[in-house]
């Protein structure tokens, strides 16, 4: 009984205080309540930014203000939305044009805001690339001084944007691989920023193919050059000069008559008509590869046929050729070399599917004419008399054998001009 007695006063005991802490917790929700009403705004952070900051100044170093001004916001617990518009009446000069000069995006986001400033004070990512490759170490200043400007550089190139190791390493490639190339290249591929190595490859990839393109329209389109004697203009008085009959003067007799000019051979258009036999043939080798070459002596341009050699399919060359026909087109080229009794050359040869001979040698390769010397017939046989030439052929075939002069020969003929 004293037991249950003990335990009613303590359940009795327990009741009062739970009335009592309701009571004290409703008295506090008013109270709360009242205060709530009348509550005092807190005060804006760009109303108490000036307690903790400067404005800019020239002396001043951007990156390291910046710093400063994110370590304050960080501390003082302002709302990072907010940070470009605290910022912005500090600010002068440039740093001050860089945010006047973003529109309404832009300027509220303060890492666009920072990313700016940097860059017109000369401290992006690319401007740091180039200082850091430039950067020498300076005798007269501390070697303290000059590793933190050395970071600062590295960190800002590399670490810009929290990038990986990956990321880090590609940078440091892709920077090797656009001083690596040669200045042809280097701009066009410059201008279109590549951030990766895939986008560097294809830029020099469209830069070798417009400049390739470019040339081969140039070749195209290039005016052939005519030498034309002088001529002074009509009205003019001509100046005097000497006179066209010169001073008697000795001579000494020749005892034989003068040998005639010996004839070239000529090879013609091998690509539109098959070359006819009689065409002088020479055993040449064309790298090492032992072939019949027929000589062209009207041909400036060397041809081979394709299935003889292939071109090549990187760095592939296009070279014009014109025929005398009026044909002009483009074909693949290739360097080899060359090898006969005069010599051996490296030369670079088009390559033509639909050559009717293996290679037709022409006047680009500097043996040719030593190559052609046992081919010209003679001009004079036996005791110093003249052979009389055969009657030609009331209807000729294309000209195989002709001498070597200015005169245009007629197209159906294929004469002298050959492949230019």
């Known amino acids: 009984?004293?037991?249950?007695?003990?335990?009613?006063?303590?359940?009795?005991?327990?009741?009062?205080?739970?009335?009592?802490?309701?009571?004290?917790?409703?008295?506090?929700?008013?109270?709360?309540?009242?205060?709530?009403?009348?509550?005092?705004?807190?005060?804006?952070?760009?109303?108490?930014?000036h307690f903790h900051l400067t404005k800019l100044s020239d002396q001043d170093d951007v990156e390291a203000y910046l710093h400063i001004f994110e370590v304050i916001a960080t501390r003082e617990a302002w709302?990072?939305?907010?940070?470009?518009?605290?910022?912005?009446?500090?600010?002068?000069?440039?740093?001050?044009?860089?945010?006047?000069?973003?529109?309404?995006?832009?300027?509220?986001d303060y890492e666009s805001l920072k990313r700016e400033i940097l860059a017109r004070v000369g401290l992006s990512p690319v401007t740091a690339a180039q200082q850091f490759q430039e950067w020498?170490?300076?005798?007269?200043?501390?070697?303290?001084?000059?590793?933190a400007q050395l970071t600062r550089l590295t960190h800002l190139w590399l670490l810009t944007g929290e990038p990986t190791a990956s990321q880090v390493a590609e940078?440091?490639?892709?920077?090797?691989?656009?001083?690596?190339?040669?200045?042809?290249?280097?701009?066009?591929?410059?201008?279109?920023?590549?951030?990766s190595l895939r986008e560097l490859v294809e830029s020099v990839e469209l830069?070798?193919?417009?400049?390739?393109?470019?040339?081969?329209?140039?070749?195209?389109t290039q005016p052939r050059r005519v030498n034309r004697p002088w001529r002074p203009p009509e009205g003019t008085s001509q100046p005097v000069g000497r006179s066209a009959v010169s001073s008697l003067q000795d001579e000494p007799m020749p005892m034989e008559p003068a040998p005639a000019a010996p004839r070239a051979w000529l090879a013609g258009c091998g690509v539109h008509r098959r070359i006819p036999s009689g065409a002088p043939e020479r055993r040449i080798r064309l790298d090492g590869q032992a072939v019949t070459a027929?000589?062209?002596?009207?041909?400036?341009?060397?041809?081979?046929?394709?299935?003889?050699?292939?071109?090549?399919?990187?760095?592939?060359?296009?070279?014009p050729i014109t025929c005398v026909h009026g044909d002009t087109r483009s074909v693949p080229a290739r360097r080899v070399t060359i090898s006969a009794g005069p010599g051996a050359w490296p030369l670079d040869v088009g390559i033509v599917e639909d050559l009717s001979v293996p290679v037709l040698l022409g006047r680009d390769w500097p043996g040719f004419d030593q190559l052609l010397t046992p081919s010209r017939e003679p001009a004079e046989r036996g005791n110093g008399r003249r052979r009389?030439?055969?009657?030609?052929?009331?209807?000729?075939?294309?000209?195989?054998?002709?001498?070597?002069?200015?005169?245009?020969?007629?197209?159906?003929?294929c004469g002298d001009r050959g492949w230019a």
């Not at 193919?209 to 140039?218: L, M, T």
Request: net charge positive; charged share 30%.
């Open 294 to 319: 027929v000589l062209d002596s009207g041909s400036s341009v060397t041809l081979v046929q394709s299935s003889v050699i292939r071109p090549r399919h990187r760095g592939k060359i296009m070279i």
């Open 207 to 220: 830069a070798e193919a417009s400049i390739a393109r470019d040339a081969q329209e140039r070749a195209m």
């Open 136 to 147: 020498m170490y300076n005798e007269a200043l501390p070697i303290r001084a000059q590793v």
């Open 1 to 49: 009984e004293k037991i249950i007695r003990r335990l009613t006063e303590l359940t009795a005991r327990q009741m009062q205080f739970s009335e009592q802490l309701s009571q004290r917790q409703d008295a506090t929700e008013q109270m709360i309540a009242a205060t709530a009403a009348a509550r005092i705004p807190l005060p804006d952070a760009r109303s108490t930014a």
């Open 171 to 195: 940078k440091v490639m892709l920077d090797r691989l656009l001083r690596a190339l040669p200045r042809r290249l280097r701009g066009p591929v410059s201008m279109r920023n590549p951030s």
């Open 388 to 413: 009389r030439r055969p009657a030609r052929p009331r209807n000729p075939r294309p000209v195989m054998l002709a001498t070597d002069s200015e005169r245009e020969e007629d197209a159906s003929t």
């Open 79 to 108: 709302d990072k939305s907010e940070w470009a518009r605290i910022l912005a009446p500090f600010l002068t000069g440039e740093a001050q044009r860089a945010y006047y000069s973003l529109q309404a995006p832009a300027s509220e």
